[in-house]
């Protein structure tokens, strides 16, 4: 049990400080730096959404199209 709260007490002063560290290099605020990486997750996670969503569209499409008759008279 102790060899977790150190472990959690070392990310907390060395990785958890990343935002903090951006913010005092580009000359703002931590909160903004941690709200823009919040949105640009949410934002991608999005876009990849709508690719799958427009991948599966055309993939139903094709399959609309091409469909394989078995005969002639299938027309």
């Known amino acids: 049990m102790k060899t977790l709260t150190n472990i959690r007490y070392f990310f907390e002063k060395h990785g958890f400080a990343v935002s903090s560290r951006l913010a005092d290099r580009l000359g ?3 909160k903004n730096v941690r ?3 919040i ?3 949410f934002a991608t996670l999005g876009v990849w ?4 969503l427009t991948l599966a569209f055309v993939l139903k499409l094709k399959d609309m ?7 002639v008279f299938d027309l």
């Open 28 to 30: 703002m605020k931590a």
């Open 35 to 37: 709200l823009f990486f």
């Open 49 to 52: 959404f709508a690719v799958y």
């Open 65 to 71: 199209v091409y469909t394989k008759r078995t005969s």
């Open 39 to 41: 949105y640009v997750s």
